[in-house]
């Protein structure tokens, strides 16, 4: 792909990374007491298509999220049935990429460090797409955000690993509620990263809900990054 020598640089150390330490085991102190056998056991594929949803279902679901959504589908960003707030930068990362890329440079992979877990690096290695959300300075939110990350695999052990970028610029403020669900299908792997930038004097109220299916394994990193006195609650 057309990539920033940088992005390669990125996905290059992550995937070394992985290759050296591969999947956590009990011996790693973070995960003694959560084995991840069943995963590792099950044929994983990176699921690239988008699945078929109707117009009626991606339009009901924009309709009953809220009065500001961003909706995605597989890892990627759906404009066209999202209603970005006014006042506030979103769009796809892969976008962003492209069309901001000393900011989004300047932080993607600065603050979930691919070299510390197995699952980052795998998610640095392997994403196409995401959010970007960009909070100008100063700006107070008084609409509530609800990200809408929508998953359907059309074969068993696919594979989504998207990932968000956050940044919140000097002394603004947001709510962001997160939901992953599923719309059905085979089940299948989240590997979900989303990094937050925290300026100087911002704040943001941040919930995450998992709505996934059943038999769905969902693994997810945020990693939040404070400037003096700003606030994650």
Sequence with gaps: PNEPVWLR??????????SRTGFPTPKNEAWRYTPVTPLVETPLAVQDEEPLLSHEILAGLKENSGRTVLITVNGKFQPEYSRIPEGIEAMDLAQAIALKPELVASHLGRHADPGHDAFSALNAGLFKSGIFIRVPENFISSELLHIVNL?????RGGSFHSRNLVVLEKKSKIAIIETYRSAGG???FTNAVTEIVLEEGSVLEYCKIQQEHPEAFHIATTEVTHRRNSSFV
Excluded: P, V
Aim: charged fraction near 30%; charge should be negative; hydrophobic fraction near 30%.
């Design 9 to 18: 640089g990125l996905r290059e150390e992550a995937m070394g990374s992985f």
């Design 151 to 155: 998953s359907r695999a059309s074969h």
């Design 186 to 188: 085979e089940s299948y």
